[in-house]
């Protein structure tokens, strides 16, 4: 059964600073890999999605990476700002008909001014 | 606005009290699902649907059942909850199958006294 793990659980970080999110996976056979972002009490907002061909995908000041035969992505956040205090999720899709979301505990961030 | 809703927002409600909990998207897609995201357990996916009159099981079904009778509207419905169903249900659809990314909808906080 696929399992996702996110380290940290949890990033305190001084604004302007770059930081990478990690999240890895235990099946390699994925068809892609979907990085979202939380806000207390809201819902997901799609950030990232890599399929599994690609080897990153970048907006704006984020970059995601796909290393699938290590089952590893990271999220780069450049220059960090308050803003991005979130809640980082990163899921992956498996490699098969079906269409089932396996998710990461999230990393919880906190940018402080 | 391209967008999944979901209603209510909130729910405090007793045990064995049948509700349903609604979802619509407005993007024609053939794809929707719902999970619940509990504290330590991360978000996991209880039901979803790959297009009308067909739906099939998540991760964790027990105790809900779903129907797609019409592409846009995905209801939730919980026969007689019990306290271990209180959590944050979130909606979700995507346009097609694995490879399109999946928009979330805002949220339901369900309390099951």
């Known amino acids: 059964k696929q399992e996702v793990t996110q380290i940290p659980a949890a990033l305190s970080v001084p604004e302007g600073e770059n930081l990478v999110l990690n999240c890895s996976f235990t099946?390699?056979?994925?068809?892609?890999l979907q990085w979202f972002r939380q806000d207390p009490g809201k819902g997901l907002t799609s950030l990232l999605l890599?399929?599994?061909?690609?080897r990153e995908q970048t907006s704006g000041r984020l970059n995601a990476s796909l290393d699938k035969s290590s089952g590893r992505s990271t999220l780069y956040i450049a220059a960090s700002q308050p803003g991005d205090s979130a809640t980082y999720l990163c899921?992956?899709?498996?490699?098969?008909?079906?269409?089932?979301?396996?998710f990461g505990g999230g990393t919880r961030l906190m940018v402080k001014p | 606005e391209a967008q999944v809703t979901q209603n209510p927002r909130y729910l405090i409600t007793v045990t064995g009290k049948k509700l349903t909990v609604t979802c619509s998207q407005n993007?024609?897609?053939?794809?929707m699902s719902w999970y619940r995201q509990d504290p330590g357990l991360g978000l996991r996916q209880i039901y979803y649907?790959?297009?009308?009159?067909?739906?099939d099981k998540g991760d964790v079904p027990e105790g809900y059942k779903v129907s797609r009778k019409e592409k846009r509207n995905f209801p939730l419905i919980l026969e007689s909850p019990s306290p271990n169903q209180t959590s944050l249900y979130f909606c979700?659809?995507?346009?097609?199958?694995?490879?399109?990314?999946?928009?979330f909808g805002p949220g339901t906080r369900l309390t099951v006294t």
């Open positions: 979700a659809s995507s346009f097609g199958r694995a490879i399109n990314e999946q928009y």
């Open positions: 099946d390699s056979a994925i068809y892609n």
């Open positions: 890599i399929q599994s061909s690609q």
């Open positions: 899921a992956v899709r498996p490699d098969n008909a079906g269409n089932m979301l396996t």
């Open positions: 993007m024609n897609h053939e794809y």
């Open positions: 649907s790959m297009n009308v009159e067909v739906t």
